[in-house]
Antibody, heavy 124, light 110 residues
């Protein structure tokens, strides 16, 4: 059974750096075709993709946020970490991590299992 | 950047058919995935690769994709289907890889 769970601070101040951890079980990020994505959703708004890490360490970022994001993995701990710099009140959102599997390596598949999400508020 | 356009809301009576569209330039050439999200919950995948249905998703949920529009169809709508529905694709171009979500559609069951 695949599960993912996000963790991190619930409140950060403007200009600070946010670090979120996705701890997962039921799969290995070193297995061919496996990936993990980060997606966020501001209150009452649409889903927004942030970053993606693939089993071969390929990393992809939202073009609009690329300069502020870093995604890394700790395979031994079954964790994926997302770092977002220069936090702003506009970054207030629920942040999700999600499992991905694509045996073709074609970057076309869905995020089939999602974590419960973690709400982050940016305020002074 | 690729854009997916969804209607903000769709309303349907119980037992009727709901159709939620997702528009994009030549979206028929891409694989479209659909997610259902109920208030306070994480998204759930309901349709993958245009028309595939994950295990546990009722047969009432179906999808199609052609030209510039992908459609999620929910037959015999039930009160429990009331939720937000979002479409998603991968935008690929040369070495560019980007996940794109639509703006979401709120399905109201009258």
């Amino acid at each position: 059974q695949i599960t993912l769970k996000e963790s991190g601070p619930t409140l950060v101040k403007p200009t600070q750096t946010l670090t979120l951890t996705c701890t997962f079980s039921g799969f290995s990020l070193s297995s061919s075709g496996v990936g993990v994505g980060w997606i966020r959703q501001p209150p009452g708004k649409a889903l927004e993709w942030l970053a993606f890490i693939y089993w071969n360490d390929d990393k992809r970022y939202s073009p609009s946020l690329k300069s502020r994001l870093i995604i890394t993995e700790d395979t031994s701990k079954n964790q994926v970490v997302l770092t977002m710099t220069k936090m702003d009140p506009g970054d207030t959102a629920t942040y999700y991590c999600a499992h991905y599997y694509d045996s073709s390596g074609y970057y076309s598949d869905a995020f089939d299992i999602w974590g419960q999400g973690t709400m982050v508020t940016v305020s002074s | 950047s690729y854009v997916l356009t969804q209607p903000p809301s769709v309303s349907v009576a119980p037992g009727q058919t709901a159709r939620i569209t997702c528009g994009g330039n030549n979206i028929g050439s891409k694989s479209v995935h659909w997610y259902q999200q109920k208030p306070g919950q994480a998204p759930v995948l309901v349709i993958f690769y245009d028309s595939g249905r994950p295990s546990g998703i009722p047969e009432r949920f179906s999808g199609s994709n052609s030209g510039n529009t992908a459609t999620l169809t929910i037959s015999r709508v039930e009160a429990g289907d009331e939720a937000d529905y979002s479409c998603q694709v991968w935008d690929r171009n040369s070495d560019h890889r980007e996940v794109v979500f639509g703006g979401g559609t709120k399905l109201t069951v009258l």
